[in-house]
Each structure stands twice: as C-alpha cells, then as structure tokens.
C-alpha cells in the first residue's frame, strides 16, 4: 500500500506486509512490515500502527512496539530518502479462523528552507603622499575591500579632489565603479 494517493510512484510512504499462506491454530505465527519513504525528501516521524484481530496473539516485535487499545505502535522516527525499515512481529494462532491484520502509517513531510545571513563590510584605505611640491602630481592609491561575509553589489567610490585642485582629467573628484566586492575581495584604484 503507498500512501497517500494509493500510487507509488504519486506517495510518500509504502507499507508491505510479508505474511504465511496460512498457519495452524496453536502454532507460532511471525510476520513482516516493511516500510519505505518513496521520495527523495526526508520524511520524518514515521508512525506504524498494526491491528491484529483476537485470533493473534502478540508474542514480541524488533524493534519493539507499543501495545495499545488500537493494537501496536512502532514509532520509527525518520526516514531518508528511498530508506526502508522492517518491522518483525512474532506470536501465535489462538484458533482456528482468519488471522486479519490492518496496518496504517503516518508521518511527517517538512518543508525547510536555509538562508544564509552574511554580513558584509566594506573597507577603505586611501594612501597618499605625506608632502608635496607645488605642480607635482599628487597620487592617491585606494583599496577597497570587503572585509565580512556576503557579497556587496553596486559599490561606488567617490574621492573628492581638496579645494582648489582638480583631479588630472580636470574635475572636482575622483568616481571608481567597484561593482560588486565578494568577501574577502579586495580592488585597487589610483587617482591624480
């Protein structure tokens, strides 16, 4: 049986029960449920419920269940994908008739998400000459760095030129378009 929909290749969860052709009253009886995630996602606390009529009698189970008013637990917990667990029941006929036993499954399908949270942070150093002399070029060496986690998108460095001068190409400031800085990137720009 595949549950939900009845169709393994539609379900979550398969249960198969591995069962004698008959059994004689008095004698042991020992079957199988064998349980299988079908996906390829986690499934988690899987939940196995097996209702034997009064014609069983429960003897043992590995691993071992819970006996209950609704018949026999097995919490199995989780599944990975494609895994398989068995479950082996023991025990006997207590008459003549038909041994009858209904199992059910349930469990848990989790839709999980991870979002990495980074925390980018942006560096600069501008270096320079301590003193100059009157018409020489002044050259300033910028480095721009990311020195967090994450990537920064859409940086931009301005250096405005001291008053009274102007950069080489005869305007007020320096503009550099970085772009995006991934962590620990580090880019070099030079101004006159």
Not at 126 to 144: A, L
Not at 147 to 152: D, F, K, N, R, W
Not at 163 to 178: C, I, Y
Request: glycine share 8%; with cysteine; aromatic share 6%.
């Amino acid at each position: 049986m595949a549950y939900p929909t009845g169709d393994h290749r539609t379900s979550a969860i398969g249960i198969e029960k591995c069962v004698p052709r008959e059994a004689r009253a008095g004698s042991p009886v020992d079957y199988e449920i064998v349980v299988t995630n079908l996906t390829a996602n986690q499934l988690d606390d899987v939940v196995v419920t097996d209702q034997p009529n009064n014609v069983f009698k429960f003897n043992k189970a590995t691993p071992d269940g819970t006996a209950s008013a609704n018949g026999y637990t097995w919490a199995l917990g989780d599944f990975k994908p494609r895994e398989t667990k068995t479950i082996r029941v023991s025990g006997s006929a207590t008459g003549e008739g038909t041994i009858t036993s209904c199992a059910t499954v349930t469990y848990s399908s989790m839709l999980c998400m991870a979002i990495p949270v980074v925390s980018p942070k942006l560096k600069i150093v501008k270096t320079g000459p301590t003193e100059v002399i009157r018409c020489d070029d002044i050259v300033y060496n910028i480095e721009v760095s990311n020195t967090g986690t994450g990537s920064l998108t859409g940086v931009k460095v301005m250096h405005p030129a001291a008053a009274g001068m102007k950069s080489a190409d005869g305007k007020d400031r320096a503009e550099f378009n970085v772009g995006t800085l991934a962590a620990g990137e580090t880019k070099k720009y030079t101004t006159r």
